[in-house]
């Protein structure tokens, strides 16, 4: 007994479907032999009689009209081999039988009134005297020169031999069809196996995976859609064990981070409560304190900004921000970074486009971005801004000299806390919320970069006319 489950459902279907069509046509091929048979004895009577009734006729003719042997010579001239001619008056009267068995009773059966009404009767049917199946063929002829000349020649045969050669059919037929569903038994459950038995391997696979063993894997080569899902089960798997991996890093490297300054300034606080020091010693201390409490402050709303941009909780607040402004603006706050390395921020801008956006998120973004510039800058080089307005669009370009990003690691830059060196310090998420951000504004973030030769990050944004128009085209909408 096949257990529940898709198993014993694709063997049920098949089994089901290919039962029906075969007894349905078992069916018909026994109905339409049965038919054949019937038909062709039914046939030959009819053609029998039609040319023995011919021929008596013509004969008839030329004898004596008072010939006494009228019956038995009738019977020597219409008899058929391998039937029982009977001569019956038109009340179904038995009046001679080719046998010789005379039997007192009349025929009843419907071949009579068929017979009497011109036709040629014919009845199948179980036989009272004898107990067999057979077939009864009538004609009436009418004897010229006789008074009563009307007699009904009935032919009875016996279908015992046709029935059992119809039975012998009947039992081959149902051997082939047990052959064809023991065969269909067959394919359907070794179909049934070629799918359940990947099935249960890849929910093993999975069960493991949901105790959290993420490094077992689906084997075998299995094809189409099974092929597909055990592809894809190993790929999440090996997407998890990335991840964790990435989230292990983070963690790693957020608790360096934060242990720096908060040993600098617990550091500084017992020292300066101590006591004992001069005005520009308790100075420096504070400052330290002071800057690197700032420090805190950025890696927690780092933190806050990419929580908020995961759960979409990241509130916009649109107006029109004039992006050469904005630029210099920022050069102004990051002046004194640059300054130390004597690198120099230049801003190329013709005009002062005007976007539509958040101007203290598209602050966020390019500081993000020249502050890195100038992080991975070699002394004494140039850090280019170029501003591009186009009919629909305005281009900004943060372009460095500085260590590059390998062609491996360019793509990845962007995923959430990658970092190519993990020593450099930071959370990973610098560049990830500068994506999201830009994204918000319906803009666009592309990085090129070569080892060794600089970063180029172009950030393409929608002019403050466009944006408005595809704003009210949305609402239109």
Known sequence: MIKKGIRRQIVLHYFIVVFTALLIVEVIFLLAIRTYYYDSIYSHIKSHIGAADEFYQATRSLASEDNPNLLPDMLRNYELTNTELQILDTNGN????????????????????????????????????????????????????????????????????????????????????????????????????????PLNNITAVSAQMAKGKYKV????????????????????????????????????????????????????????????????????????ISKETERLIGLVEEILDFSKLQQNEMKLVMGKVLIKELLQEIMLNLWTKAEKKNIKLILESDDNPTVMGDANRLKQVFLNLVDNAIKFSPEQSNIYLHVTSFPELVEIEVQDSGIGISEEDVNKVRDRFFQVNPLNGGTGLGLAITQQLVEQHQGTMEIRSELNKGTTVTIVLLLAEEQLSMTDHNDIS
Not at 100 to 113: E, L, V
Not at 132 to 139: F, L, M, Q
């Open 94 to 197: 038995i009046l001679i039988n080719s046998t010789g068995y005379q039997p007192d009773m009349t025929i009843q059966t419907s071949d009579i009134p068929q017979a009497i009404s011109g036709n040629i009767g014919k009845w199948v049917g179980r036989q009272l005297t004898t107990d067999e199946d057979i077939i009864a063929v009538s004609k009436m002829t009418q004897i010229a020169g006789q008074d009563s000349g009307s007699y009904i020649l009935r032919y009875v045969t016996s279908l015992e031999r046709v029935n059992e050669k119809l039975f012998n059919v009947t039992l081959i037929s149902v051997g082939i069809g047990v052959s064809v569903m023991a065969v269909v038994l067959a394919f359907s459950l070794g179909l049934a196996n070629s799918i359940v038995k």
């Open 217 to 288: 894997r689906v084997k075998g080569n299995y094809r189409y859609e099974l092929g597909e899902l055990a592809s894809t089960l190993n790929h999440m798997a090996e997407e998890i064990i990335r991840s964790n991996q990435i989230k292990e890093d983070f963690i790693s490297s957020i608790s360096h981070e934060l242990r720096t300054p908060l040993t600098s300034i617990k550091g500084w606080s017992e020292t300066l409560d101590s006591g004992g020091f001069d005005p520009d010693e308790t100075r420096i201390g504070m400052g330290i």
